[in-house]
């Protein structure tokens, strides 16, 4: 029900990408200006680009089309701000990182954790003698259903990322 309308509404998730200035407070600036025209960022990754001296940011944020405008006109307006492009999510490779930290203090339950983690292409990263610490990459979807069969063993932590993405081919910002 929610979903339908959502899509009656015209919203929909969009995928930013920006290449910014590397340097202090440009992620600040950004964060602001959504902050002061009351725009959600569901999510913001940001690191080091291709380019010497630049980085790129990738921000999820939900809404019509007409907030989508408003919000590529408004960071095109950053001085830091180099270039801003919507990525379309049909031409678009997205992934998230996941850290889980998983209570196995017995070896039965060592051995079923590694094996779930080896079916969703995870690995072990971390052993103590009460935990084991598995890296995944994937969608939300992959790393959210990993992370429901976990649960039954009790999760003691985790660290997500968020998504990330990038265009596929040859087109660039």
Known sequence: MKR????????????ISALVLNKP???????GLFTRRGFNIDNITVGASEKDKFARMTIISQG????????????NKLIDVIKVRDLDPESTVKRELCLIKVHAPAERIRSEVIQYA??????????SSENLTIEITGTPDKIDAL???????????????GPTAISRGIKTI
Do not use: N, P, Y
């Open 64 to 75: 019509d089309e007409k907030v989508l405008e408003q919000i590529t006109k408004q960071l």
């Open 147 to 161: 992370i429901d069969l976990l649960r039954g063993f009790g999760i003691k932590e985790i660290a997500r990322t």
């Open 4 to 15: 339908v309308v959502i899509e009656m509404e015209g919203k929909r998730t969009h995928i």
């Open 118 to 127: 080896s079916i969703f292409r995870g690995r072990i990263i971390d052993v």
């Open 25 to 31: 407070g440009v992620l600040q600036r950004v964060a």
